[in-house]
């Protein structure tokens, strides 16, 4: 048989033992700051998909073209699931205020990091879409006060 090590000598590893787990924290509350980024996030797919709702115009053309038959759209470049427009799988973000949201959310949060231009590009498209994204993603970060500060 094997030895017997201090673990297996712990009382509270004994059979029999109530006490298991009492007053131990398991997972510290800075670990786990990114759940806010998540629920933001959360919310945000709710206000574009609420957005997108109120901009009929954008649900019908893409049913539009897609009855129409143009080959770009067949291939499910474009979609509509849950009545929210999808572009090779990523959200469609309309214009107005919800980009910068996005942009914000992935660049100036915990999760995001003033990470630079690129991550940024990359954390928001792995969700989101709309024309001219790098363009845009590469202003908020050049006018981003804390990169211009800190940037080597």
């Known amino acids: 048989m094997g030895k017997a090590d201090k673990l297996s000598r712990k009382p509270d590893w004994q059979e ?32 574009i998909k609420r957005a997108q709702e109120g901009n009929e115009k954008v649900v019908k053309v893409v049913e539009e073209l897609k009855k129409a038959g143009v080959k770009t759209l067949k291939d499910k470049e474009w979609e509509i699931e849950n009545r929210v427009v999808l ?49 845009e993603v590469g202003r908020y970060v050049d006018g981003c006060d804390t990169c211009q500060r800190y940037k080597n």
């Open 87 to 135: 572009k090779e799988g990523r959200i469609y973000v309309s214009e107005g205020e919800l980009r910068g949201e996005i942009i914000w959310l992935y660049h100036d949060t915990l999760v995001g990091g003033h990470r630079g231009r690129w991550k940024t590009t990359e954390l928001v498209t792995k969700n989101y879409w709309w024309p001219g994204v790098t363009k």
């Open 16 to 47: 029999g033992v109530e006490r298991d787990n009492e007053d131990r924290t398991l997972i510290k509350p800075e670990w786990i700051r990114g759940v806010e980024t998540l629920v933001e996030e959360e919310n945000l797919r709710k206000r």
